[in-house]
């Protein structure tokens, strides 16, 4: 099994900026790519924010480039996002997720319990 914990999440006026941690544990081989999801509102679809793979490739939203970075630190199976120009619509609940490869060499995807950003004065 693998757990992953977000911590980072709150409250935060217009323009300031946030960092979202998220670290993985439990029966990890490796992990290819990690990212942060987010939905805004209950009953809409979970959308990407970024993605980072092992080799250190990015991928951003359009709505978040120039905003948000996505950093990992591989040897503590640990991702983050950096979140910087917050606007009031970065409002959302924020997932963590990962695509692990057990101990057991299984292919699995795995998601945090989500912390919540709100941006608001």
């Known amino acids: 099994q693998v757990q992953l914990v977000e911590s980072g999440g709150g409250l935060v006026q217009p323009g300031g900026s946030l960092r979202l941690s998220c670290a993985a544990s439990?029966?990890?081989?490796?992990?290819?790519?990690m990212g942060w999801y987010r939905r805004q509102a209950p009953g809409k679809e979970r959308e990407l924010v970024a993605?980072?793979?092992?080799?250190?490739?990015?991928n951003y939203a359009d709505s978040v480039k120039g905003r948000f970075t996505i950093s990992r630190d591989n040897a503590e199976n640990t991702v983050y996002l950096q979140m910087n120009s917050l606007k009031p619509e970065d409002t959302a609940v924020y997932y963590c997720?990962?695509?692990?490869?057990?101990?057991?060499?299984?292919?699995?995807?795995?998601w945090g319990k989500g912390t919540l950003v709100t941006v608001s004065s």
């Open positions: 997720n990962a695509q692990v490869t057990t101990k057991n060499y299984y292919a699995m995807n795995y």
């Open positions: 993605a980072i793979t092992s080799g250190g490739s990015t």
């Open positions: 439990g029966s990890i081989f490796s992990i290819n790519t």
